[in-house]
């Protein structure tokens, strides 16, 4: 049986994968792009929508990403021979379309990085409004323009791997201080004290959680790293990524829910800082630290990744510091387009539509029916994401 016959073939067990040098390596950039922004914004938004029941809503989206990531990786053994040999032309076609949707993704995330950094270095300083982060995202975005027409972005990428430890390191830090905020309310009360239902219908809470897409994006950048890695190391990468990384965000979900009761139900863009603060005063200082190194670390990366996908979508006609302008300029007019969860809800919007043509790619290939069904399933759900996502609030 062929490949593209039943994807099993295609994905080798781990066991018979020889890759375990390259797989650290291979692991970082899918890392640092899922935590790049999801742990910031993450459990305001589930307890915006679900109240107490954050941690359930917290694992659905990690089953429907851990579900797209199993597209990513039939696709990379499966539809990447077909691509590179030119055959089946709605293949073909799909992948390209997959690109410069991409593109429009990557841009919006750029424009969501940047924000989220303006909101928490702006509250430090009391300075939190939604003009001021306008400006602010406007003038940062302009500069990381600015340097890649005239110096480009290459020195500003070593960035990324630190900023993954820092992120890491930081997030390792809410963990044990949230745990020990936990521990200390469960022993004077005996029981936890949650958050309170909020006052939505179900179709409210499923558009809501259905914008929270993009917290756990990042695991399709294993499908561009081939020129650095073979595709059984890109497969384990991506797969160990999400296992390592969701596992986190539901851990961390569910020890922000004892304080999640402090906001009173007023759930903001930068309610982790006030979450810190209540776990430990010395909390909000290294978090606004990491927020500000990964989300500027992650909009250089995306800036890269979509000017080079414009670069290659265009057949080469598009240069590289063309495409950086393209792309700053169109994120800088994205930060005056809403709030920070309306430009989440929009970039969900768009990675959902960018993994429904993935999913048609995959579709493609694949002759093994139940996969074909598994596949129309998960395109079924990215196409409730792409129509009917809204922010939370």
């Keep these: 049986m062929s490949p593209s016959q039943n994807h099993s073939s295609c994905v080798p067990p781990d066991s018979h994968l020889n890759t375990q040098n390259n797989i650290i390596p291979a692991m970082s950039t899918p890392l640092a792009s899922i935590f790049g922004s999801g742990f910031l914004v993450v459990v305001p938004i589930l307890a915006s929508a679900v109240g107490p029941y954050a ?78 982060k306008s400006m602010l995202t406007t003038v940062i975005i ?16 070593n960035l990324e791997r630190w900023a993954l430890y820092v992120t890491i390191l930081i997030l390792v830090l809410l963990l044990i201080m949230f745990g020990v905020y936990d521990a200390n309310q469960f022993m004077a009360q005996q029981h936890f004290t949650l958050a309170e239902m909020p006052d939505r219908t179900a179709w409210e809470i499923a558009t809501i959680v259905a914008g929270t897409l993009i917290v756990v994006q990042g695991f399709e950048t294993t499908r561009y790293l081939g020129e650095h890695f073979d595709s059984q190391t890109r497969i384990r990468a991506s797969r160990w990524s999400q296992y390592f990384s969701l596992s986190v965000y539901v851990l961390f979900v569910a020890l922000a829910q004892p304080i999640v009761p402090v906001l009173n139900g007023n759930y903001t863009d930068n309610s982790l800082i006030t979450l810190a603060a209540t776990a430990a005063l010395f909390l909000p200082l290294p978090l606004i630290v990491a927020a500000s190194l990964s989300q500027f670390s992650a909009a250089v990366a995306d800036t890269v990744a979509a000017a080079a996908n414009m670069q290659e979508a265009s057949q080469q006609r598009i240069s590289t510091r063309l495409g950086y302008l393209l792309v700053g300029v169109t994120a800088m007019v994205l930060a005056w387009s809403g709030s920070t969860f309306e430009i989440i809800a929009l970039a969900s919007r768009a990675f959902a539509f960018y993994y429904l043509l993935q999913c048609m790619v995959a579709f493609s290939v694949c002759r093994n029916h139940r996969e074909r069904v598994r596949f129309i399933f998960i395109g079924l759900i990215l196409g409730f994401v792409l129509i009917f996502a809204v922010p939370a609030g």
């Design 55 to 132: 941690v359930l809503a917290m694992i659905v989206v990690a089953f429907v990403a851990f579900q797209v990531g199993y597209i990513v990786r039939h696709n990379i053994c499966c539809a990447e021979p077909t691509i590179a040999k030119g055959g089946q032309s709605f293949t073909v076609i799909a992948e390209r379309l997959s690109n410069v949707a991409l593109v429009a993704a990557y841009v919006v995330s750029v424009c969501l990085y940047i924000h989220i950094l303006s909101t928490f270095v702006l509250t430090s300083f009391e300075l939190d409004t939604e003009f001021n």
């Design 142 to 157: 302009g500069a990381i323009t600015m340097i890649g027409l005239f110096g480009g972005l290459k020195p500003l990428e």
